[in-house]
């Protein structure tokens, strides 16, 4: 029972890191939505501008639909469909612009064979199951003292970890892509370009956050396993 109440004792380390959350989380939003109102002077729409970087890039097979939600953007690359919330396929915002073009550089990597992409795709399907068994795992393993069950929600969580940390650079690539083609070829100029910047860096650190979430869960874990390798 010790380690199983050390664990909730260790909770002080996530502190930090939940309030860095919110930050990020407030400046995307921030950022989106006072760039969704300075509309961009070509007039394009974010799916204007996703189908215009695909066809840069030589893509024809990658379809664009609009899905529900707000800032729900995404790139499937099994199905090959860039998927954008209403506010961004249709919106001739800038910030529509820097989303649409972002994911559209998910489709770039995807056609290139990026590496990190591949790697990231690859592990998918262990980092849900980490997401779900890995911590009740080490709970269970903490509760009953039982070392190959924290081991085994170790390796599961870390699976999660470094799904996280692979995410990183295929992020960062997709941004630099995007604000590369939206620069090179005029979608944006001036104020406009910095608008769009300023969107995806704020989104970037959502993606920081969500790697500091998973380390410090991680190091939680391990103190725990620490403390009971000391009995």
Known sequence: MGNYFAYY???FIM?????FSIICQIKVKNAFNKYSAVVNRRGMTGADAAYRLLQL???TDVRIKMI???LTDYYDPRAKEICLSKDVFNSKSVAAIGVACHEAGHACQHAQGYAALKIRNAIIPVTRIGS???IPLALIGMFIYSDPLIYAGLILYGAVALFQFITLPVEFNA?????ATIESNAFLDGYE???AKKVLTAAALTYVAALASALATLLRLFLILGRGNRR
Do not use: E
Not at 15 to 19: D, E, H, L
């Open 193 to 195: 370009y910095t608008g």
């Open 175 to 179: 941004s630099k892509r995007a604000l």
């Open 132 to 134: 779900y068994l890995g």
């Open 9 to 11: 004792m260790t909770g």
């Open 15 to 19: 502190i930090p890191v939940f309030i």
């Open 57 to 59: 890039n030589g893509i």
């Open 68 to 70: 529900g939600g707000t």
